[in-house]
T-cell receptor
Framework: KQEVTQIPAALSVPEGENLVLNCSFTDSAIYNLQWFRQDPGKGLTSLLLIQSSQREQTSGRLNASLDKSSGRSTLYIAASQPGDSATYLC????????????FGQGTRLTINP | ETGVTQTPRHLVMGMTNKKSLKCEQH?????MYWYKQSAKKPLELMFV???????ENNSVPSRFSPECPNSSHLFLHLHTLQPEDSALYLC?????????????????FGEGSRLTVL
């Protein structure tokens, strides 16, 4: 059974710092991995999708990497801003087709002005 | 209107009530999902519909009844719920690789329906 772990559970950094959020999964036979952002009381916003054949994806100040063999992904946020404060969720799918994502519990990120 | 829209955004119901949650996607996707988000627990997949056919029921109690009349609409009918069913219910959609559009499988979520069962 796939399990996804995100460390740390919470992170607080000053504005302007670069930071890394970690995600690990137990079954390396994944189809894809997705990073989401969730603001309090809101739905999830897709940030980046990495297919199993890819090593990384970039969008603006965000860069996500994938190392399937070690069961790890990282989300790198450059030059953090207070607006980046949110909970970041990692999810993996082990099957092609309608996605049965397994989610981690998230990292609650606070960027201090 | 674009994206995934969920109504109502907030719902309070008694244990004997019957209510429904509605989800509509305007993205041309072929797969739709219900997820449950409870406090201090990871998101849990409840149901998956692919081309209007239910392909996954993740051992969800029968007091939750999904309905997918077409690929753009998804409902979750609620009946005789328990207080522990109080949670944020999230709908999502995706374009699957098996579809005509040859999608990526990326999931797009709605804002959620916050359910409180008294």
């Amino acid at each position: 059974k796939q399990e996804v772990t995100q460390i740390p559970a919470a992170l607080s950094v000053p504005e302007g710092e670069n930071l890394v959020l970690n995600c690990s999964f137990t079954d390396s036979a994944i189809y894809n991995l997705q990073w989401f952002r969730q603001d309090p009381g809101k739905g999830l916003t897709s940030l980046l999708l990495i297919q199993s054949s890819q090593r990384e994806q970039t969008s603006g100040r965000l860069n996500a990497s994938l190392d399937k063999s070690s069961g790890r992904s990282t989300l790198y946020i450059a030059a953090s801003q207070p607006g980046d404060s949110a909970t970041y969720l990692c999810a993996v799918s082990n099957v092609q087709g309608a996605q049965k994502l397994v989610f981690g519990q998230g990292t609650r990120l606070t960027i201090n002005p | 209107e674009t994206g995934v829209t969920q109504t109502p955004r907030h719902l309070v119901m008694g244990m004997t009530n019957k209510k429904s949650l509605k989800c509509e996607q305007h993205l041309g996707h072929n797969a739709m999902y219900w997820y449950k988000q409870s406090a201090k627990k990871p998101l849990e997949l409840m149901f998956v519909y692919n081309f209007k056919e239910q392909t996954e029921n993740n051992s969800v109690p029968s007091r939750f009844s999904p309905e997918c009349p077409n690929s753009s609409h998804l409902f979750l009918h609620l009946h005789t719920l328990q207080p522990e069913d109080s949670a944020l219910y999230l709908c999502a959609s995706s374009a699957e690789p098996s579809g005509l559009a040859g999608g990526t499988g990326e999931l797009f979520f709605g804002e959620g329906s916050r359910l409180t069962v008294l």
